[in-house]
């Protein structure tokens, strides 16, 4: 039986969210948990230690720039590769994002296989 990859998307859209796991049904091998808001991410990222987190940058309460560079700080999850999911395409402040250390920058609405090849890339 082959393992199951973990993905761990921190979203605040439902609509996001709901489009997310429709992808995710094409790729079985993967378990997609979910968290609507930074801090109950950052939890789930503890207990659950994904093999990759996708975390939207404008988040409520903490940004994702934020969560992601505290996650960083965790021995348990600073070796997770986070991917910046946004609907902000200036080039600047995927930039930044990049600089402050997601190792993509995926920009919504998701093109499904672009988003696909990206997640297998990271998940090999």
Same mark, same amino acid.
């Given at each position: 039986?082959?393992?199951?990859? +973990? +993905?761990?998307?921190?979203?605040?859209?439902? !609509?996001? =969210?709901? &489009?997310?796991?429709?992808?995710? /049904?094409?790729?079985?091998?993967? *378990?997609?948990?979910?968290? #609507?808001?930074?801090?109950?991410?950052?939890? /789930?990222?503890?207990?659950?230690? #994904?093999?990759?987190? /996708?975390?939207? +940058?404008? =988040? #409520?309460?903490?940004?994702?720039?934020?969560?992601?560079?505290?996650?960083?700080? &965790?021995?348990?999850?600073?070796?997770? #590769? $986070?991917?910046?999911?946004?609907?902000?395409?200036?080039?600047?402040?995927? *930039?930044?994002? &990049?600089?402050?250390?997601? $190792?993509?920058? +995926?920009?919504?609405?998701?093109?499904?296989?672009?988003? /696909?090849?990206? &997640? !297998?890339?990271?998940?090999?």
């Amino acid at each position: 039986m082959t393992e199951k990859s +973990i +993905i761990l998307y921190v979203e605040d859209n439902y !609509d996001n =969210l709901n &489009l997310v796991k429709k992808i995710f /049904l094409r790729r079985p091998t993967v *378990n997609l948990i979910s968290a #609507p808001d930074a801090r109950i991410g950052i939890d /789930l990222a503890r207990a659950h230690r #994904p093999d990759l987190i /996708l975390m939207d +940058i404008n =988040l #409520p309460g903490m940004d994702g720039i934020t969560a992601m560079k505290y996650l960083k700080t &965790l021995e348990e999850t600073k070796s997770i #590769p $986070v991917i910046a999911v946004s609907g902000n395409a200036l080039k600047s402040e995927i *930039n930044r994002a &990049l600089k402050e250390g997601f $190792v993509k920058y +995926i920009t919504k609405p998701i093109k499904i296989s672009e988003f /696909l090849d990206t &997640l !297998d890339g990271y998940l090999k």
